[in-house]
């Protein structure tokens, strides 16, 4: 820029400024009807948002530019947030008419993909969450601050949390944006889809952010919100107030809607960390990231955003406290005593609008006579409501029935105020009822009176002047004239002034046409500057009543919430969970939330689940073919248990679940693999948190551990890892497998059992009954899958032969062996968390693998071997199977 600084015009200067000011976002110039965007920022918008390129000055002095018009700013400003970039809205900021010289220009705005607050820019059925991280380093050790906003509701809240409960925490709220300083750099697992924004350091300074909250909430303590100024609240507060320090800086307009922050309590909801919500498909699907075929996707029959955004919430954040639970569940029974009820409280959700955002809308002054009509829709509707829950017998629904205040004073105002079609623009005039406002209705008639003053003044001209064709007419351009033709130019009277000529005729005016012409002139500005007063007014009223419609909104959001959750259970005949403290789980007949409403009705298989410190066990083993149904079976138990604590009704016939405090689901890690972490390193990163992180009151389901290694390393992991959670632990498990070694667990520690999953043999074809057995699996079936897959029947015939032969040889060397058998159990000792040593053999059975290894390739350890325990079948395609099959023969041979 330093050769162009030389000879920049006041306009680049301006732009310069702007830039300065916001030098990481795409600078929007307003400039006329058109924004424009020069320099770096226009080459990336040109590629980013299909403009094109063009240059302000021909030759070397050539500035690079792109722009596009006004009306289009928010598709353009959405376009560039999905990008992950930021978009500064640089504005004129006097009238162009009244300017001397250059208009003057300023930044009003700052849009990043945490402050968007445009409707068509946000997902309704979406919150969007700015959050703050301080890791500072005055704040005391191991603990960190998180601060949440939601600036289209003016929700905001902070806690402060452990280090190494940050990422678990920033799952569960999936923030568009975060902030952090720019002195604790701080990274984030690429599965986090986010924009990140380093602030300067000192914006989380302690005494900073306190000043910033005091300014915003106009108080000069935290300790009605909840925040006393003990060590424990430090980082909490730091990242509150950067951001309010952020939103004063990226907003530059009221952020009178935020009007309170609240404490936040980590404690009262169930952990699940990234890694389990992605494997659970809690609201994301695992293959395409998007809402389809998630739990939060089944649940959602919500009528309105805002009970789509609660419901949200509540699938993040599963509760802990059974009494809390059992309020919502209490709430959906009392929903489904009444069908009736139920059906006409669904329609009149049809008829509720977004009052949440429109309100905030309003308090920004970002709005139109529409979101008024919107508001004063909503309000004529909720006494309905009131009135449909008069019988209400539950708590909740009590409390939601008491929250709901129609606001009837604003209610009338508005209705008697606003026409039934609404403009976009309140400087459109019109939209305020005749007969609301005296003054209006006078201007309005002086307005309407015109056409009748005319006529009659015509009239009394063409008598005077016995002119019959004169003709009193008015144009935007000229106003009131009197037209003449021109055979009648003689008889104009004297005090006729001469106005404008056209065609065959001259146009005139009077002095009396002119006074008249003024008072209607000035009625109409008038008239529309009263309606802008009007509007400004009824805007202060629904602001002054933002509380009572923010409680309002969210009453009805829980109402939509606990609706859409009874139309679920009705459609879906699900049952209401019984709630207990004991880690124990009993599902009788329980089926898969998601994948029973993707099949044909009635197909699902249910199957029970039955944990318990007793005769059920505490983990379980499940073992059984591919393609069986034992990944839908852990995941679908660790669902139910979600949904029953979330205080939905679940797709089983009876079930009991004792609260869990954390849910750990290993299962799958695809779609690391492609981002270059070994699967076997995730899977062991994911364990360790699991071991470490486990307490009595968790459920653990892990799906295929140890896979990524080799098969002793795998078992022996496997082995180790169930020996933990049984006797350190002691937490409910469930472990879906293809390690039959592992079975033989069940024989030796108190609580571990087998299940498997039947499966029926037809001649030469099997099939997958689906169905949860007792004991263990004796066949893998993989041949059967392979087939399934398309693998060419030379293959699946030539694998069914060598199948026979190793089961053949297993049986021949195994009886050869029966002397060695004993040397392969290992007697060890672990100690319990309660110190107590517990002695234990281990049949670390090597029989069965050793024994094939010996009969058919006459050595231990053979690769081939090796080779074929480590092939997926499932994943391996036919031609890179035949070429496996052609290599090992070569081998042998
Ligand atoms: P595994 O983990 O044993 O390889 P999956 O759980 O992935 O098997 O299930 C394999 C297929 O069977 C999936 O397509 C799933 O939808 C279907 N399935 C699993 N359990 C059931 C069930 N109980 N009823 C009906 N279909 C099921």
Same mark, same amino acid.
């Given at each position: 820029?330093?050769?162009?600084?030389?000879?920049?015009?006041?306009?680049?200067?301006?732009?310069?400024?702007?830039?300065?000011?916001?030098?990481?976002?795409?600078?929007?110039?307003?400039?006329?009807?058109?924004?424009?965007?020069?320099?770096?920022?226009?080459?990336?918008?040109?590629?980013?948002?299909?403009?094109?390129?063009?240059?302000?000055?021909?030759?070397?002095?050539?500035?690079?530019?792109?722009?596009?018009?006004?009306?289009?700013?928010?598709?353009?400003?959405?376009?560039?947030?999905?990008?992950?970039?930021?978009?500064?809205?640089?504005?004129?900021?006097?009238?162009?008419?009244?300017?001397?010289?250059?208009?003057?220009?300023?930044?009003?705005?700052?849009?990043?993909?945490?402050?968007?607050?445009?409707?068509?820019?946000?997902?309704?059925?979406?919150?969007?969450?700015?959050?703050?991280?301080?890791?500072?380093?005055?704040?005391?050790?191991?603990?960190?601050?998180?601060?949440?906003?939601?600036?289209?509701?003016?929700?905001?809240?902070?806690?402060?949390?452990?280090?190494?409960?940050?990422?678990?925490?920033?799952?569960?709220?999936?923030?568009?944006?975060?902030?952090?300083?720019?002195?604790?750099?701080?990274?984030?697992?690429?599965?986090?889809?986010?924009?990140?924004?380093?602030?300067?350091?000192?914006?989380?300074?302690?005494?900073?952010?306190?000043?910033?909250?005091?300014?915003?909430?106009?108080?000069?303590?935290?300790?009605?919100?909840?925040?006393?100024?003990?060590?424990?609240?430090?980082?909490?507060?730091?990242?509150?107030?950067?951001?309010?320090?952020?939103?004063?800086?990226?907003?530059?307009?009221?952020?009178?809607?935020?009007?309170?922050?609240?404490?936040?309590?980590?404690?009262?909801?169930?952990?699940?960390?990234?890694?389990?919500?992605?494997?659970?498909?809690?609201?994301?699907?695992?293959?395409?990231?998007?809402?389809?075929?998630?739990?939060?996707?089944?649940?959602?029959? =919500?009528?309105?955003?805002?009970?789509?955004?609660?419901?949200?919430?509540?699938?993040?954040?599963?509760?802990?406290?059974?009494?809390?639970?059992?309020?919502?569940?209490?709430?959906?029974?009392?929903?489904?005593?009444?069908?009736?009820?139920?059906?006409?409280?669904?329609?009149?959700?049809?008829?509720?609008?977004?009052?949440?955002?429109?309100?905030?809308?309003?308090?920004?002054?970002?709005?139109?006579?529409?979101?008024?009509?919107?508001?004063?829709?909503?309000?004529?509707?909720?006494?309905?409501?009131?009135?449909?829950?008069?019988?209400?017998?539950?708590?909740?629904?009590?409390?939601?029935?008491?929250?709901?205040?129609? =606001?009837?004073?604003?209610?009338?105002?508005?209705?008697?105020?606003?026409?039934?079609?609404?403009?976009?623009?309140?400087?459109?005039?019109?939209?305020?009822?005749?007969?609301?406002?005296?003054?209006?209705?006078?201007?309005?008639?002086?307005?309407?009176?015109?056409?009748?003053?005319?006529?009659?003044?015509?009239?009394?001209?063409?008598?005077?002047?016995?002119?019959?064709?004169?003709?009193?007419?008015?144009?935007?351009?000229?106003?009131?004239?009197?037209?003449?033709?021109?055979?009648?130019?003689?008889?104009?009277?004297?005090?006729?002034?001469?106005?404008?000529?056209?065609?065959?005729?001259?146009?005139?005016?009077?002095?009396?046409?002119?006074?008249?012409?003024?008072?209607?002139?000035?009625?109409?500005?008038?008239?529309?500057?009263?309606?802008?007063?009007?509007?400004?007014?009824?805007?202060?009223?629904?602001?002054?009543?933002?509380?009572?419609?923010?409680?309002?909104?969210?009453?009805?959001?829980?109402?939509?919430?606990?609706?859409?959750?009874?139309?679920?259970?009705? +459609? +879906?005949?699900?049952?209401?969970?019984?709630?207990?403290?004991?880690?124990?789980?009993?599902?009788?007949?329980?089926?898969?939330?998601?994948?029973?409403?993707?099949?044909?009705?009635?197909?699902?298989?249910?199957?029970?689940?039955?944990?318990?410190?007793?005769?059920?066990?505490?983990?379980?083993?499940?073992?059984?073919?591919?393609?069986?149904?034992? $990944?839908?079976?852990?995941?679908?138990?660790?669902?139910? =248990?979600?949904?029953?604590?979330?205080?939905?009704?679940?797709?089983?016939?009876?079930?009991?679940?004792?609260?869990?405090?954390?849910?750990?689901?290993?299962?799958?890690?695809?779609?690391?693999?492609?981002?270059?972490?070994?699967?076997?390193?995730?899977?062991?990163?994911?364990?360790?948190?699991?071991?470490?992180?486990?307490?009595?009151? $968790?459920?653990?389901?892990?799906?295929?551990?140890?896979?990524?290694?080799?098969?002793?390393?795998?078992?022996?992991?496997?082995? $180790?890892? =169930?020996?933990?959670?049984?006797?350190?632990?002691?937490?409910?498990?469930?472990?879906?497998?293809?390690?039959?070694?592992?079975?033989?667990?069940?024989?030796?520690?108190?609580?571990?059992?087998?299940?498997?999953?039947?499966?029926?043999?037809?001649?030469?074809?099997?099939?997958?009954?689906?169905?949860?057995?007792?004991?263990?699996?004796?066949?893998?079936?993989?041949?059967?899958?392979?087939?399934?897959?398309?693998?060419?029947?030379?293959?699946?015939?030539?694998?069914?032969?060598?199948?026979?032969?190793?089961?053949?040889?297993?049986?021949?060397?195994?009886?050869?062996?029966?002397?060695?058998?004993?040397?392969?159990?290992?007697?060890?000792?672990?100690?319990?968390?309660?110190?107590?040593?517990?002695?234990?053999?281990?049949?670390?059975?090597?029989?069965?693998?050793?024994?094939?290894?010996?009969?058919?390739?006459?050595?231990?350890?053979?690769?081939?071997?090796?080779?074929?325990?480590?092939?997926?079948?499932?994943?391996?395609?036919?031609?890179?199977?035949?070429?496996?099959?052609?290599?090992?023969?070569?081998?042998?041979?």
């Amino acid at each position: 820029m330093s050769k162009s600084n030389v000879k920049l015009t006041p306009m680049m200067r301006q732009f310069q400024d702007a830039k300065l000011v916001c030098p990481n976002a795409i600078v929007l110039f307003r400039m006329g009807d058109f924004y424009e965007m020069f320099l770096e920022d226009a080459k990336i918008a040109s590629q980013i948002l299909g403009l094109a390129l063009t240059s302000r000055e021909k030759g070397p002095d050539a500035m690079p530019m792109a722009g596009f018009p006004c009306n289009q700013l928010d598709t353009y400003i959405a376009k560039l947030i999905n990008a992950g970039y930021r978009a500064a809205v640089c504005e004129q900021v006097e009238d162009p008419k009244k300017a001397k010289g250059i208009v003057k220009r300023e930044v009003v705005r700052v849009v990043t993909a945490g402050t968007v607050t445009e409707d068509s820019i946000l997902d309704p059925r979406s919150s969007n969450f700015l959050l703050a991280v301080s890791m500072n380093s005055r704040t005391p050790e191991l603990e960190s601050g998180l601060a949440c906003v939601e600036l289209s509701t003016g929700l905001f809240w902070a806690v402060t949390v452990k280090k190494d409960s940050l990422l678990e925490q920033i799952a569960r709220i999936m923030p568009a944006e975060i902030i952090y300083s720019d002195k604790d750099p701080f990274t984030l697992p690429e599965t986090f889809k986010v924009q990140k924004t380093q602030r300067p350091d000192w914006a989380f300074n302690y005494r900073t952010a306190k000043e910033n909250l005091f300014k915003q909430f106009k108080t000069t303590t935290l300790e009605g919100f909840g925040f006393n100024d003990s060590n424990s609240n430090i980082p909490a507060i730091c990242a509150a107030g950067a951001i309010i320090d952020y939103l004063n800086e990226t907003q530059r307009q009221t952020l009178e809607h935020i009007e309170s922050l609240t404490p936040y309590h980590i404690g009262s909801y169930m952990e699940i960390d990234e890694a389990s919500r992605v494997s659970l498909e809690l609201t994301r699907a695992i293959r395409t990231g998007k809402r389809d075929g998630t739990l939060l996707e089944v649940l959602d029959k =919500c009528i309105t955003p805002m009970g789509a955004r609660l419901l949200a919430d509540w699938v993040a954040s599963p509760l802990l406290d059974i009494g809390q639970i059992n309020s919502r569940l209490d709430a959906i029974e009392d929903i489904l005593t009444d069908i009736n009820r139920l059906t006409n409280i669904t329609e009149n959700l049809r008829k509720i609008n977004d009052i949440q955002r429109t309100v905030t809308r309003i308090v920004q002054h970002h709005c139109s006579p529409r979101d008024l009509g919107l508001v004063s829709r909503t309000l004529t509707f909720l006494p309905m409501f009131i009135n449909l829950l008069s019988n209400a017998k539950s708590t909740l629904l009590k409390t939601i029935r008491d929250g709901i205040d129609p =606001c009837q004073e604003l209610s009338d105002t508005l209705q008697r105020a606003l026409e039934r079609e609404l403009p976009y623009n309140p400087n459109d005039g019109g939209f305020i009822r005749n007969n609301f406002n005296n003054e209006l209705d006078e201007l309005r008639n002086m307005q309407r009176g015109g056409k009748e003053w005319i006529a009659k003044y015509q009239s009394k001209e063409i008598e005077r002047t016995k002119i019959s064709t004169l003709r009193v007419g008015f144009t935007r351009v000229f106003g009131y004239y009197i037209e003449i033709s021109n055979v009648h130019r003689e008889k104009i009277p004297s005090n006729y002034e001469r106005k404008q000529t056209i065609k065959n005729a001259e146009r005139y005016t009077t002095s009396e046409l002119r006074k008249y012409e003024e008072k209607v002139l000035t009625a109409s500005e008038r008239g529309n500057e009263l309606e802008r007063e009007i509007f400004d007014s009824l805007c202060e009223q629904v602001i002054a009543n933002r509380q009572n419609i923010q409680k309002t909104a969210h009453a009805i959001a829980i109402l939509d919430v606990l609706c859409s959750l009874a139309v679920l259970a009705r +459609q +879906q005949r699900y049952c209401r969970p019984v709630l207990v403290e004991d880690p124990m789980i009993r599902i009788i007949e329980g089926r898969h939330p998601v994948i029973e409403v993707m099949g044909a009705p009635g197909s699902f298989v249910p199957n029970n689940i039955e944990i318990d410190r007793g005769k059920n066990g505490m983990l379980q083993l499940i073992t059984g073919p591919n393609m069986a149904g034992k $990944s839908t079976f852990i995941r679908q138990t660790a669902l139910l =248990c979600i949904m029953a604590q979330i205080g939905s009704f679940i797709p089983a016939q009876e079930a009991q679940i004792g609260i869990c405090d954390r849910i750990f689901a290993r299962v799958g890690a695809s779609d690391e693999i492609a981002r270059g972490h070994s699967t076997f390193m995730v899977e062991m990163i994911e364990t360790a948190r699991i071991l470490n992180q486990g307490t009595e009151k $968790s459920l653990v389901i892990l799906d295929e551990i140890g896979r990524g290694t080799s098969t002793y390393d795998g078992i022996s992991l496997a082995w $180790s890892i =169930c020996e933990y959670l049984h006797d350190q632990i002691r937490c409910r498990t469930l472990f879906a497998t293809h390690y039959h070694e592992l079975t033989e667990m069940a024989d030796s520690f108190e609580l571990i059992r087998n299940l498997n999953v039947a499966v029926n043999e037809l001649n030469d074809d099997v099939v997958f009954l689906h169905k949860i057995l007792p004991g263990s699996a004796d066949k893998s079936y993989g041949i059967h899958v392979a087939k399934l897959a398309g693998v060419p029947r030379e293959v699946t015939q030539r694998s069914r032969e060598i199948l026979a032969e190793l089961e053949q040889n297993r049986v021949k060397v195994s009886i050869d062996n029966t002397d060695n058998e004993s040397t392969e159990l290992k007697s060890f000792s672990t100690t319990t968390q309660d110190g107590d040593e517990i002695k234990r053999v281990v049949p670390v059975s090597r029989k069965k693998v050793g024994n094939i290894q010996f009969s058919l390739f006459g050595a231990d350890d053979h690769p081939i071997i090796e080779e074929i325990r480590e092939l997926d079948i499932n994943t391996i395609n036919p031609v890179n199977a035949l070429q496996l099959l052609l290599k090992w023969k070569k081998n042998i041979l």
